[in-house]
């Protein structure tokens, strides 16, 4: 069966993604049980090992793509980037006047809805 670009890689990406899941509900519940301090961090980090594949899965489709379609990617991620830095600043310094901290987990969500935001005002300037 031959797969388009697309539908490569969103079997690629469903598959690394699936194995996320099974890795982090696995580590989860290990990690409520008691374990001796050196054996949390492997376990916690465990999620990361199918995510290593996610940069060559998004990379190849990003190299299957035509040169329209590569220049919106990376308009949006430019500035997804660069509004990135705007908001983790601005919380930076907010966080000098009292905000409660903010874990780093939550820089990766901003930056995708940053890149979607980006990905819209990029394909309307394109159509």
Do not use: N
């Not at 090992?49 to 590569?70: G, K, N, S, T, Y």
């Amino acid at each position: 069966m031959k797969y388009t670009p697309r539908k490569r890689y969103l079997v690629e990406f469903s598959v690394v993604m699936l194995a996320y899941v099974v890795v982090l509900v696995i580590s989860v519940l290990l990690l409520r049980t008691p374990r001796p301090a050196p054996l949390r961090y492997p376990l916690a980090l465990a999620p990361i090992v199918p995510l290593l594949f996610l940069p060559f899965v998004v990379l190849r489709f990003f190299r299957a793509m035509d040169e329209l379609q590569q220049r919106i990617h990376l308009e949006a991620l430019a500035f997804a980037f660069a509004s990135s830095a705007v908001v983790t600043f601005a919380y930076g310094l907010l966080q000098g006047e009292g905000l409660r901290p903010l874990k780093w987990i939550w820089v990766y969500p901003v930056m995708c809805v940053l890149w979607v935001i980006g990905l819209f005002m990029a394909r309307r300037r394109y159509q």
